[in-house]
T-cell receptor
């Protein structure tokens, strides 16, 4: 089956860089997703990695190592609006749905 | 705005009651997914429909059921409600292309329905 682990909470200050880690165990691998979710709102797509390496998209980058079952989301130049929950997700074995980690709640302070 | 709509936004009901949550997917998306998000459990996959047919089941209780209609909108029915069913219920849609190496599993989430069972 699929299993995902992420830290529960992280704190950082405005302008800083933060790295949110995710480790996963899957039966088969069809890529890894990162979603951002503000409190009470819908998750929104941030990134998708299927090959090893770093993918950069503006202030956000996502890294994947398939051999280590490990990914991280890197957020640079943090802003207050980045305070949210960050969810790591992988497709289930049948590839028919996403299995989400419990999310990492990031609090950005000034 | 993801293009996925859900109604109602909020629902307050009593234990033992039955409710129906509605979802309209993005234009052109054939797949609809239902998720439940409670504080202690995170986002849990419930069920998926593809072009009117049930395709995958997750942690869905027997008291819950869903369907997808010919116009592709979907309804999630929750019956014999318990206090523990209080949660945010999200619907998501995708076009479910199965091409590997693409973000074909990317799902677009609706704004959710907040269900409170008292």
């Amino acid at each position: 089956g699929q299993n995902i682990d992420q830290p529960t909470e992280m704190t950082a200050t405005e302008g800083a860089i933060v790295q949110i880690n995710c480790t996963y165990q899957t039966s088969g691998f069809n890529g890894l997703f990162w979603y951002q979710q503000h409190a009470g709102e819908a998750p929104t797509f941030l990134s998708y990695n299927v090959l090893d390496g770093l993918e950069e998209k503006g202030r956000f980058s996502s890294f994947l190592s398939r051999s280590k079952g490990y990914s991280y989301l890197l957020l640079k130049e943090l802003q207050m609006k980045d305070s949210a929950s960050y969810l790591c997700a992988v497709p289930n074995q049948a590839g028919t749905a996403l299995i989400f980690g419990k999310g990492t709640t990031l609090s950005v302070s000034s | 705005d993801s293009g996925v709509t859900q109604t109602p936004k909020h629902l307050i009901t009593a234990t033992g009651q039955r409710v129906t949550l509605r979802c309209s997917p993005r234009s052109g998306d054939l797949s609809v997914y239902w998720y439940q998000q409670s504080l202690d459990q995170g986002l849990q996959f419930l069920i998926q429909y593809y072009n009117g047919e049930e395709r995958a089941k997750g942690n869905i209780l027997e008291r819950f059921s869903a369907q997808q209609f010919p116009d592709l909108h979907s309804e999630l029915n929750l019956s014999s409600l318990e206090l523990g069913d209080s949660a945010l219920y999200f619907c998501a849609s995708s076009d479910s292309r199965l091409a590997g190496g693409s973000s074909s599993y990317e799902q677009y989430f609706g704004p959710g329905t907040r269900l409170t069972v008292t």
